[in-house]
């Protein structure tokens, strides 16, 4: 195998998988900056990725009616990722609610937002479905060549032809994610509430509506996250669909250290962890390794960046602090 052929076996397979943990790891990391952990981005994911499934099968024959067979059916998954961002919104609120106005543990209360979207998705997938999983979506993301940039020299394979979408749309959410949170205004006062609530309360910051605005973004991230995958991996929904992804977002986020680009390339490498057992048949020395271990690296590798393996990581200040105004 040449080395184009090798790159364009592994690089179009490991970008289908970071685009999901790119959105919610850079949601990871908007919420942490402003001093609240969002353990529940896992249960984040999973009400993306049931929104995302349920809109697409419910509304996607509603949505070809009213605008064609050709133009409904690319139109279809759009709206339903945008559904499930606005799902994942108002969901992250929970969490918003109980870690910032009523100061419970945030660790605790992220632990039973994953449990909360769980429990969600399975009751109403056998209410309205009548069993553990839902159909197949007829209209999810489907692989295309980007005009002009595929026809570009050995770059066009590799980055721009059998791509999604959606991969493309997860690298501009970081970038603008970066630029808002380290050149604006908005994103200094973000930073500041999470390294120093006290400080940002005295220059007339109001610290708890800037947590909640991160948790809310973070929420539709995480959402827009789940629903890619579900719309591009999986297809459809059941209790395993989402099985431990928004925790790899969640080591992303720590292993990028807290910094949108740095969640994106972490993610990147997850990615990559994540696509070897179905490119491995395909590449020489890789396909000589047994399967379970190609299936497990994804998580030993995020045990290894949780546990610090690859470098001390320095949380913002703040993090897991209540703000109780008027008090140090």
Same mark, same amino acid.
């Given at each position: 195998?040449? &080395?184009? =052929?090798?790159?364009?076996?592994?690089?179009?397979?490991?970008?289908?998988?970071?685009?999901?943990?790119? /959105?919610?790891?850079?949601?990871?990391? &908007?919420?942490? *900056?402003?001093?609240?952990?969002?353990?529940?981005?896992?249960?984040?994911? &999973?009400?993306?990725?049931?929104?995302?499934?349920? /809109?697409?099968?419910?509304?996607?024959?509603?949505?070809?009616?009213?605008? =064609?067979?050709?133009?409904?059916?690319?139109?279809?998954?759009?709206?339903?990722?945008?559904? +499930?961002? $606005?799902? #994942?919104?108002?969901f992250a609120l929970l969490l918003a609610l109980?870690?910032?106005?009523?100061?419970?543990?945030?660790?605790?209360?992220?632990?039973? $937002?994953?449990?909360?979207?769980?429990?969600?998705?399975?009751?109403?997938?056998?209410?309205?479905?009548? +069993? @553990?999983?839902?159909? /197949?979506?007829?209209?999810?993301?489907?692989?295309?060549?980007?005009?002009?940039?595929?026809?570009?020299?050995?770059? #066009?394979?590799?980055?721009?032809?059998?791509?999604?979408?959606?991969?493309?749309?997860?690298?501009?959410? +970081?970038?603008?994610?970066?630029y808002v949170m380290f050149k604006t205004p /908005?994103?200094?006062?973000? %930073?500041?509430?999470?390294?120093?609530?006290?400080?940002?309360?005295?220059?007339?910051?109001?610290?708890?509506?800037?947590?909640?605005?991160?948790?809310?973004?973070? =929420?539709?991230? @995480? =959402? &827009?996250?789940?629903?890619?995958?579900?719309?591009?991996?999986?297809?459809?929904?059941?209790?395993?669909?989402?099985?431990?992804?928004?925790?790899?977002?969640?080591?992303?986020?720590?292993?990028?250290?807290?910094?949108?680009?740095?969640?994106?390339?972490?993610?990147?490498?997850?990615?990559?962890?994540?696509?070897?057992?179905?490119?491995?048949? @395909?590449?020489?020395?890789?396909?000589?390794?047994?399967?379970?271990?190609?299936?497990?690296?994804?998580?030993?590798?995020?045990?290894?960046?949780? +546990?610090?393996?690859?470098? *001390?990581?320095?949380?913002?200040?703040?993090?897991?602090?209540?703000?109780?105004?008027?008090? %140090?």
């Open positions: 195998m040449d &080395i184009l =052929g090798f790159l364009t076996t592994v690089v179009p397979t490991a970008f289908f998988y970071a685009a999901p943990l790119i /959105f919610t790891a850079v949601g990871g990391a &908007i919420s942490e *900056r402003s001093g609240v952990i969002n353990i529940g981005l896992e249960g984040l994911m &999973i009400m993306g990725a049931f929104v995302g499934i349920v /809109f697409n099968l419910l509304m996607g024959p509603v949505i070809i009616n009213a605008f =064609g067979s050709g133009f409904g059916g690319d139109l279809t998954p759009w709206l339903s990722i945008i559904a +499930a961002g $606005i799902i #994942g919104g108002i109980a870690s910032i106005t009523f100061r419970a543990d945030q660790v605790v209360s992220g632990v039973a $937002i994953n449990f909360l979207a769980l429990g969600i998705g399975i009751f109403f997938i056998k209410e309205v479905f009548g +069993a @553990g999983q839902t159909d /197949f979506v007829d209209h999810p993301f489907n692989t295309t060549s980007i005009p002009l940039l595929s026809e570009i020299p050995f770059l #066009g394979p590799i980055f721009f032809e059998r791509t999604f979408y959606t991969n493309w749309l997860a690298v501009i959410v +970081a970038v603008l994610a970066w /908005f994103g200094l006062r973000l %930073r500041s509430v999470g390294e120093h609530p006290h400080a940002a309360d005295t220059m007339g910051i109001n610290v708890n509506r800037m947590r909640y605005i991160a948790v809310g973004i973070s =929420g539709v991230l @995480g =959402g &827009i996250g789940g629903s890619v995958f579900a719309l591009t991996v999986a297809q459809n929904f059941s209790a395993s669909t989402i099985s431990g992804q928004g925790f790899i977002a969640l080591a992303a986020n720590v292993f990028g250290k807290w910094h949108p680009l740095g969640a994106m390339g972490a993610a990147i490498f997850f990615g990559v962890a994540q696509s070897l057992s179905v490119i491995s048949q @395909g590449i020489p020395l890789l396909d000589a390794v047994p399967g379970i271990y190609l299936q497990i690296a994804p998580y030993v590798l995020t045990i290894l960046a949780i +546990a610090g393996f690859i470098g *001390r990581a320095e949380a913002p200040k703040a993090l897991n602090q209540p703000f109780i105004k008027g008090t %140090r």
